[in-house]
T-cell receptor
Framework: DTGVSQDPRHKITKRGQNVTFRCDPISEHNRLYWYRQTLGQGPEFLTYFQNEAQLEKSRLLSDRFSAERPKGSFSTLEIQRTEQGDSAMYLC?????????????FGSGTRLTVV | AQKVTQAQTEISVVEKEDVTLDCVYETRDTTYYLFWYKQPPSGELVFLIRRNSFDEQNEISGRYSWNFQKSTSSFNFTITASQVVDSAVYFCALGVVDYKLSFGAGTTVTVRA
């Protein structure tokens, strides 16, 4: 297993366009998380999945954001009608459940620039 | 609500100096976990340590050491004899429920040769 993979690594888009990011977690991890990191700040929680179920969404996740994890494997994060304020690093992480639930493995992130 | 404060935005040291990163946390929960992560320029968050709220023992791992004090709600991190490869952004984080993490704003450490 090569860890958590995110694609693309970088994305530049024009304001108003839609973008979609993909995350492939570690195969045996049931939990998958999305975090957003703006310049000079720590990562902020966006949402997480237990298998295919999306269990919680942060209020940071406006209605322009949608995340899915079909079949409990990879996940996608879509941003519709992008705004300049969406420019950030989007980090995906996965972990097992149970006592090891905090055993996060982070991906390298997708850096989004909205121009 | 949970909060993590890393008061130091940037620290610059000369190689072989020791550097201590401060972390203060806030939570009303009695069971929680504290973490330190390293983020090199490549962007990936690298796990360094996890401690639970019931284990206040200090820990040493090579050149890294951690001081956990519940009385002051602090979880400080010291790099001894720093090296250029230690240059990165370091994040302290707090986990309370559902395995979600609350991160501090990070401290950028620059080690000059």
């Amino acid at each position: 297993d090569t860890g958590v993979s995110q694609d693309p690594r970088h994305k530049i888009t024009k304001r108003g366009q839609n973008v979609t990011f993909r995350c492939d977690p570690i195969s045996e991890h049931n939990r998958l998380y999305w975090y957003r990191q703006t310049l000079g700040q720590g990562p902020e929680f966006l949402t997480y999945f237990q298998n295919e179920a999306q269990l919680e969404k942060s209020r940071l996740l406006s209605d322009r954001f949608s995340a899915e994890r079909p079949k409990g494997s990879f996940s996608t994060l879509e941003i519709q009608r992008t705004e300049q304020g969406d420019s950030a690093m989007y980090l995906c992480a996965s972990s097992p459940t149970g006592d090891s639930g905090y055993g996060y493995t982070f991906g390298s992130g997708t850096r989004l620039t909205v121009v | 609500a949970q909060k993590v404060t890393q008061a130091q935005t940037e620290i610059s040291v000369v190689e072989k100096e020791d550097v201590t990163l401060d972390c203060v946390y806030e939570t009303r929960d009695t069971t929680y976990y504290l973490f330190w992560y390293k983020q090199p320029p490549s962007g990936e968050l690298v796990f360094l340590i996890r401690r639970n709220s019931f284990d206040e023992q200090n820990e040493i791992s090579g050149r890294y050491s951690w001081n956990f004090q519940k009385s002051t709600s602090s979880f400080n991190f010291t790099i001894t004899a720093s090296q250029v490869v230690d240059s990165a952004v370091y994040f302290c984080a707090l986990g309370v429920v559902d395995y979600k993490l609350s991160f501090g704003a990070g401290t950028t450490v620059t080690v000059r040769a």
